[in-house]
Structures are given as structure tokens and as C-alpha cells.
């Protein structure tokens, strides 16, 4: 969520919104812009957080938005069965426009949206403690429990093949063969590692393909940034950008979090070890041994599929991951597949 770029946002679309406030973009996620606001209500100000949507990324954002309705709606209702304290902290809430309307498009439109703020949480900063990795992890393991029982139909296929990694690969082929804007010679070391690796990016498509692991009601971008932990009690209270929430399978979650921790430096067994037991906690008996047999090498295939995606954009000249100048989707290439070969030698070593 967030932007990196500084284009200057236009006026944020509820009217409610304080008269003169046109707050910068939130300085994080590449994909939506972000907006704080504060709302002035009858039960007093109260923050939101204003996204207007990539539309490029999300061609489809009304079913974006009913994926994202239908399983705030399921997780809320759950809390509330469980009689657990505050439960509007720990699941998104959409904040309605006075049509009560999910979203609006506005006149040139774009898709905007808002959530209540959730105050005094945060994601974790800095290096990964084990225990912060145990706690992440089994909040995503919880988000895949809880929405197990999601009642049909399906949730809607809003970026098809989105952990597709063959498919990935085969779009990095395909960018290196056009090579529109001839950064393919500066990339040679990048796209030789991406080739050597074809086998590693089949491990869980194949899987899934095969029929050895379900598809199941999955995160799909589970960063250790998209689960706040409480300011007070360090517990990890919420896992929000739910937008590429859809059928998908547990390893790419779990493997999506290791290269998320893995992105702060490089993790010591203890981490990956409390990721992998927080992730099993978290989601309570459901993961099936075949799920289970492929966590360990999740993490690296899903830092590989990153770095395609990376080195895919650079060649195509950045039209979908933000960059602050050129190159800077190489760099982040570069540090995905780094995170590559170093999950693959701790492997090797044990
Ligand atoms: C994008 O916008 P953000 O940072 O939450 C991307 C993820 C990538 C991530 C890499 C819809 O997520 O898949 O892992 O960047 N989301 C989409 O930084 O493509
Ligand atoms: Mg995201």
C-alpha cells in the first residue's frame, strides 16, 4: 500500500475530510497511493486510512472490493463469536461512503477507498527477533484457518496467475527477448541466475498442479509489513492488504514471509525455525503433510519469483513496481536473488 513516487496526490474524495488537509502520500508499498486523514464525525475526529487504487494493477477493483468485503465480514464475525477484545483492531474495517458504498470511483476514474485507521500498532521494524517471526507467522497461519471455512462461491480471481512462478518465468523469457529499452546487456549476471534456477521456480506450481497440495483461501502478499503488532503488547494484531487475498496454496504465504524476513537480513535458523512453528500454530492442524514437506523451500522459491518479477519490470521499463530513479528494480531483483542462494546454502548446510 502506499506510494513511492512524489506525484502530488488530488484532493482525497470523501467531502468529510478536515477543510484544507491534503496530507502527503503515506511513504510506503508500491502499489496504492495512501492517505491519513482525520474525519470529523458526531462520536468525535477519527482517523482513516484513504487508498486510491492502482487500477493498472488491479483491473478489475470491484471485485477487489467484494473480495475484500466478503472477508473482513467473515474474520469480523468470527472475532465476534470469540468474544475477544477490540475486534475492529484486529480486522480491517471498510468505512462506508454516505451511500453506504464501499468504494467510489471519482470523476477520472480512479477507485478510492477508506479503513478505519488502526492506532497504536505497527509493523515490526528493524532486525527479526525469533519471536516477532513466531508471532507474524501465526497470524498468517490464523488468517489461512480462519478463512477456511469461507462459504462460497469462490473469492474472485483478481490477478490471475499471481504466484504462478513458471508463468513468471516464462514473462521474464518473453521481456528479454523484446528487450524494449536494451537493459538486457546490463543485466546479463541477473537473467543467467533467473535461467540456471528454472526447476526451482516449478517446486510449488507443480505441487499445486499435481494435485498434491489444495488450493485454499490464501494472503498471497504476506510481508512481515502487512501485520500490525500491538504498541502495547507487542502482539501481532492484525493482517491487513488483503487486496490479492484469493484461492491460492500455504506455501507461497509462508514462503512470501520468509523472503519478507529474510529482506531485513539474512535469517539465522532460530527464525526460520520459530516462522516455520508460529506459521503451524497459527494455523492449528490445517495444513496437510504435503503442505507441511514444502515450507522449507517456499522461502526461496518465492524470493525467486520476486526477483523475476523485478528483473521482468526493469527490462520492461518499470511500468508496475514503482522506482525512485532506473535501476532501482535491478537493485531489488539483485536482493531477492541473493536472498535465493542464501536460503539455498543454509539448506545445503544442514
Ligand atoms: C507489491 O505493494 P506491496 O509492496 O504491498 C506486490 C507484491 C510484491 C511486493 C514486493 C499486488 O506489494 O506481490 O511481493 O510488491 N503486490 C502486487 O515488494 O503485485
Ligand atoms: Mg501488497
Not at 60 to 69: F, I, S, Y
Not at 95 to 121: M, N, Q, S
Request: charged share 30%; proline share 9%; glycine share 8%.
Amino acid at each position: 500500500m502506499g506510494s513511492r513516487s512524489a506525484a502530488s496526490p488530488s484532493p482525497p474524495a470523501p467531502e468529510a475530510a478536515l477543510p484544507g488537509s491534503s496530507p502527503p502520500p503515506l511513504p510506503r508499498g508500491r502499489i496504492h497511493d495512501s492517505f491519513s486523514l482525520t474525519l470529523r464525525g458526531p462520536g468525535g475526529p477519527r482517523r482513516i486510512l484513504l487508498q486510491r487504487l492502482n487500477r493498472r494493477v488491479f483491473p478489475d477493483l470491484p471485485a477487489v472490493m467484494e473480495n475484500v468485503r466478503r472477508v473482513t465480514e467473515h474474520l469480523r464475525r468470527k472475532l465476534e463469536r470469540s468474544g475477544v477484545p477490540d475486534p475492529h483492531r484486529r480486522v480491517l474495517t471498510l468505512v462506508p461512503t454516505r451511500e453506504g458504498r464501499d468504494h467510489v470511483r471519482d470523476r477520472r476514474g480512479d477507485v478510492w477507498r477508506a479503513y478505519r485507521f488502526i492506532e497504536k500498532a505497527r509493523p515490526p521494524s528493524g532486525p527479526v527477533s525469533p519471536a516477532v517471526a513466531r508471532e507474524a507467522a501465526r497470524a498468517y497461519g490464523r488468517f489461512l484457518r480462519d478463512l477456511a471455512d469461507l462459504p462460497p462461491p469462490p473469492l474472485r480471481v483478481t490477478i490471475p496467475g499471481f504466484h504462478d512462478t513458471p508463468d513468471r518465468f516464462r514473462a521474464l523469457l518473453r521481456a528479454v527477448e523484446a528487450d524494449p529499452r536494451g537493459r538486457a546487456a546490463g543485466a546479463r549476471e541477473e537473467i543467467e541466475f533467473a535461467l540456471r534456477r528454472e526447476a526451482l521456480g516449478r517446486v510449488l506450481a507443480d505441487a499445486r498442479r499435481e494435485g498434491r497440495i489444495p488450493a485454499r483461501v490464501v494472503h498471497n502478499d504476506t510481508k512481515l509489513d502487512n501485520v500490525l503488532f500491538d504498541d502495547a503488547t507487542g502482539e501481532a494484531l492484525c493482517v491487513v492488504d488483503l487486496d490479492t487475498v484469493m484461492e491460492g496454496i500455504a506455501p507461497s504465504d509462508f514462503g512470501d514471509l520468509v523472503r519478507s524476513v529474510a529482506n531485513r537480513g539474512p535469517p539465522g535458523r532460530e527464525v526460520l525455525a520459530a516462522l516455520r512453528e508460529g506459521f503451524l500454530e497459527g494455523a492449528g492442524g490445517l495444513l496437510t503433510d504435503e503442505e507441511i514437506a514444502l515450507l522449507p523451500r517456499a522461502g526461496a522459491v518465492i524470493a525467486y519469483e520476486a526477483g523475476l518479477r523485478f528483473l521482468t519490470d526493469h527490462l520492461l521499463g518499470d511500468r508496475y513496481f514503482r522506482v525512485s530513479s532506473p535501476g532501482e528494480n535491478l537493485l531489488r531483483c539483485r536482493t531477492q536473488f541473493r536472498i535465493v542462494r542464501y536460503l539455498e546454502d543454509l539448506r545445503a548446510r544442514s
